[in-house]
């Protein structure tokens, strides 16, 4: 009796260290990231529409697979639709000056962790400071990135947290748009209530000369991040003042988009919000 008592807990015990083990694990990927870098850059084509458009969905960080597998037909037909070159690629060596010169936009899509080399992200920073245009969406704008331009000038807010309280709610998000905005605001939804695992960040975009065009009502949800024992400091939102998509013109005259929206897949049937990112993309490659 003593024996399998024994031998009881000692299955208890290993069970519980692999639980605690990859939980520490997954953690560490989705704070931090797993470095993984590409030298070759891939074949692209020789020739591109007057409008062409660099999707990059490359995690070294947590993985959004099903936005991520989701976005790429909805892409396609938003190409199809709209005569746009379309290159689809995780290979972080398409960031070099040749070949980003190629591109009138580049989609930061879902993409997280440290995903480029120093000579990478150099290249990237040179093709926004010659007129380049990003648009990131939802994880694109995470705390796992560890580049500081990035965070600083093509997101303008440093991310804390998502709404755990439960995990995806549904909130009303609210247009902020006048006329002497760039952006192509006609159309959207004045008020737009979804589902999102909602993003909260440190600060306001707003501080750094970004332009929301849509900010997210807290008091319509809860934007708590704690969970249990585990993380205990996050029972914080933003306030009255809550952005959640917003733009930026660069001094330089490049233009930086970012949509904290699209976590699930299913945000990629969303006609509305398809129709967003459209706008954000061609507002981008102006």
């Known amino acids: 009796m003593k024996q399998v008592l024994k031998t009881s807990l000692y299955i208890f015990l290993t069970l519980l260290a692999i639980v605690v083990i990859n939980v520490a694990f997954f953690v560490y990927k989705a704070k931090s990231g797993i470095p993984d870098f ?12 007057d409008f062409s458009v660099l999707v990059f ?12 597998e989701a976005s790429i037909p909805a892409f396609e037909q938003m190409a199809k639709e709209n005569a746009w070159s379309l290159f689809v690629t995780n290979n972080g060596a398409v960031f070099n000056e040749e070949q980003l010169a190629q591109f009138d936009v580049v989609i930061w899509n879902n993409s997280t962790g440290k995903v ?10 040179k093709y926004m400071e010659n007129g380049g245009g990003f648009v990131g969406i939802h994880g694109a ?24 309280q439960p995990q995806f709610q549904m909130a009303n998000m609210n247009l902020e748009c006048d006329s002497t905005s760039t952006f192509t605001c006609q159309g959207l939804p004045a008020k737009w209530t979804r589902s999102e695992e909602w993003y909260v960040f440190f ?19 809860n934007p708590s991040g704690n969970l249990g024992s585990m993380i205990k400091d996050k029972d914080f939102g933003m306030g009255d003042d809550h952005p959640i998509v917003w733009y930026k013109e660069l001094a330089s005259g490049g233009r930086s988009f970012y949509s904290a929206l699209g976590h699930a897949g299913t945000a990629f049937e ?8 459209k706008r954000g993309i061609l507002w981008a490659g102006q």
């Open 38 to 49: 590409e030298s070759r850059p891939p074949s692209i084509p020789t020739e591109m529409n």
């Open 57 to 68: 969905s490359k995690t070294n960080a947590f993985r959004h697979s099903g936005a991520i």
């Open 116 to 125: 480029l080399k120093t000579e990478q992200e150099n290249a990237f920073k």
């Open 141 to 164: 704008g995470d705390g796992s990135h560890r580049w500081d331009w990035y965070e600083d000038e093509m997101i303008g807010a440093r991310f804390s947290h998502h709404s755990l």
């Open 203 to 221: 600060d306001n975009p707003r501080d750094k000369g970004f332009r929301p065009i849509y900010t997210v009502d807290e008091n319509t949800f």
């Open 270 to 277: 969303e006609a509305k919000y398809l129709d967003l990112l």
